[in-house]
């Protein structure tokens, strides 16, 4: 089946650090890009940035840029998502989703909630 | 960057009635590059229409996509009751790729 499963809920305080995943299965990781899309409490989605991990290839949302790092290792087919230092803005669910070579996602994860508060 | 609008925020149906969600884009789209989720809470955002009006795989035909230029519409020919969700729409034409705010589909 093809998937993409991703790491569950975390709850951390403003200043920490974190990096969630999300994994890849039933298709080849390496040749599709993966991006991230972030949906804050009552409010819509926001596309963050993209990877190619065939290259490294990073494009990211000039609202995200220098806030987060997209990043993948493509010995286990997984993608990450991380911050060096959390903001209580941060919180939100953030969404892993597969874009096809046009640009739309075909392919989404569950989602996972980051809370960041003290 | 490309601002997308949609409208209603909420729209209140029955089931068997006709959806009609609205999408318009700060500037022209090029080509087709118009996708359409549905999304419930809990659950992955589900593509809907890509390409302005291409179903996805395993779509069912009473949602349709149409449109041109900065309008761009999905209707739901008779609504089912697992059709009541936040519907987004999507521009990948310009970088960074947005979408709009979100139409809610709520049971009248």
């Known amino acids: 089946e093809v998937q993409l499963v991703q790491s569950g809920a975390e709850v951390r305080k403003p200043g920490e650090s974190l990096t969630i995943s999300c994994k890849g299965s039933?298709?080849?990781?390496?040749?599709?890009?993966i991006g991230w899309v972030r949906q804050m409490p009552g409010k819509g989605l926001e596309w963050m940035g993209i990877?190619?991990?065939?290259?490294?290839?990073?494009r990211y949302s000039p609202s995200f840029q220098g806030q987060v790092t997209i990043s993948a290792d493509t010995s286990i087919d997984t993608a990450y998502l991380q911050w060096k230092t959390l903001k209580a803005s941060d919180t939100a669910i953030y969404y892993c989703?597969?874009?096809?070579?046009?640009?739309?996602?075909?392919?989404w994860g569950r989602g996972t909630l980051v809370t960041v508060s003290s | 960057e490309i601002v997308l609008t949609q409208s209603p925020d909420t729209l209140s149906l029955s089931p068997g009635e006709r959806a009609t969600l609205s999408c318009r884009a700060s500037?022209?789209?090029?080509?087709?590059?118009i996708a359409w989720y549905q999304h419930k809470v809990g659950q992955a955002p589900r593509l809907l229409i890509y390409?302005?009006?291409n179903r996805a795989a395993g779509i069912p035909d009473r949602f349709s996509g149409s449109g041109s230029g900065t309008d761009f519409t999905l209707t739901i020919s008779r609504l089912e009751p697992e059709d009541f969700a936040v519907y987004y729409c999507?521009?990948?034409?310009?970088?960074?790729?947005?979408f709009g705010q979100g139409t809610k589909l709520e049971i009248k």
């Open positions: 989703a597969r874009p096809t070579s046009w640009g739309y996602f075909d392919l």
């Open positions: 039933g298709y080849t990781f390496s040749n599709y890009w």
């Open positions: 990877f190619y991990p065939a290259d490294s290839d990073t």
């Open positions: 500037q022209r789209i090029p080509s087709t590059y």
């Open positions: 390409g302005v009006f």
């Open positions: 999507q521009q990948y034409s310009s970088s960074p790729d947005t």
